[in-house]
Structures are given as structure tokens and as C-alpha cells.
């Protein structure tokens, strides 16, 4: 009889102990402070966004700011490019500086708006395509985002490669933007650009 009440006992202990885990990790998983919204909900919502932009405009300032390097190479500008559009495979050839802007800002544009999942968001390059968008004559990039509380998307145009940047780390709670030559500057200063590229207020 001895030897069932210790097993009794033992089984009582592990049952009470894997409920105590459950109600833990729980816990953990729900908690705010410890998961940020989307990994709990899927896309942040606009509500969500605007308090993150209250929050950065009553963020201390920075005294420890890294300087980026002053010197660099100056990078030659191609000549040419040539134009593919995803959406019909149409190729367009730019060249002289939209040229250059189609061989390295686009495509950087294109690495930034891959790392954004926190909200739907994708380009549209509709405009650099002379089939899609005949007679245009100075092409820009747009973006079309949505939150998770929208019921139809959002466009905004003129779109750089840094818009890009400074919305996928301010979407990921950076206070620091990180320059081109590897400084930092206060993303509270952004605040103005990402308020006309979110549309929050």
C-alpha cells in the first residue's frame, strides 16, 4: 500500500507542475511586454501604430549618437539599365540617372519592402513599365500597405529606398535609425516622413 501512495503522490505532483507550465507559458505568449502584437494577433493595427508614434515623440534624446564615416568612394553611375516588369515581363531600358536608379535604388527598394511583414505592404513599380503606364515620362515608385484594421488598402508615392528602411525599423521598436555610412540618428526626427507614409496621426 506504501508503494501506492508514493506513486499516487509523484503523479499528483507531475499533473499540478504541468499545469503550473501551461499557465506559464501562456502567460509568457500573451503578455505584451514580452511578445510584440503581431506575433499574437498576425498584422499590427492602425491604432497600434499610432501609439508607437506617441511613444517615439516622448522618447528621451540621445547623447551616445554613433558618427558615421565621412569618406567614401564616390560610386560611378551607370550609363544604362535595363527595365523587366514583374506584372506583363516587359523590358524598358532607362538610362543616365534613372538608369542608375533602376540598377541600385530600385532593387533596394525591393530588399527593404521584403523585410516589412508587420503590415501588408507591397510596391508598385507600375510606372517604370512604358506597356504598363505608356507617356510617363518621369517614373516614381508607390507603395499600396495596409493595416490590419483597414478594409482597403493605402497608396503613397515618391517612395525611397530610406522611407523603406525607417518604417521597417521604426515598426520594429528601433529609437536609432541607421544611416547609409553606418551612424545612427534619432527616429524620432522621422517622425513627420512616417506620418505622411503610414497616415497616422
Known sequence: ???????????????????????????????????????????????YIKEKLNS???????????????????????????????????????????????SRELRQCRTNASLITEIELKLDESQFCKKCSPGIEKPILCMDYKFADDTKSTKVCDITSNDLQIIKEFLQGKEKHKTFND?????????PRLTELLGVK
Open 1 to 47: 500500500m506504501g508503494y501506492i501512495y508514493i506513486i499516487i503522490s509523484i503523479l499528483t505532483i507531475i499533473s499540478f507542475g504541468t499545469i503550473g507550465c501551461k499557465q506559464l507559458i501562456k502567460k509568457h505568449y500573451t503578455d505584451k511586454t514580452i511578445a510584440p502584437e503581431d506575433s499574437i494577433k498576425g498584422k499590427l493595427k492602425r491604432s
Open 56 to 102: 517615439l515623440a516622448e522618447s528621451p534624446d540621445f547623447k551616445d549618437l554613433k558618427i558615421g564615416a565621412m569618406c567614401y568612394a564616390a560610386m560611378a553611375e551607370r550609363d544604362s539599365a535595363e527595365y523587366v516588369c514583374p506584372k506583363c515581363g516587359e523590358k524598358t531600358l532607362y538610362v543616365e540617372q534613372k538608369g542608375w536608379y533602376v
Open 183 to 191: 551612424g545612427e540618428e534619432p527616429m524620432k526626427q522621422y517622425i
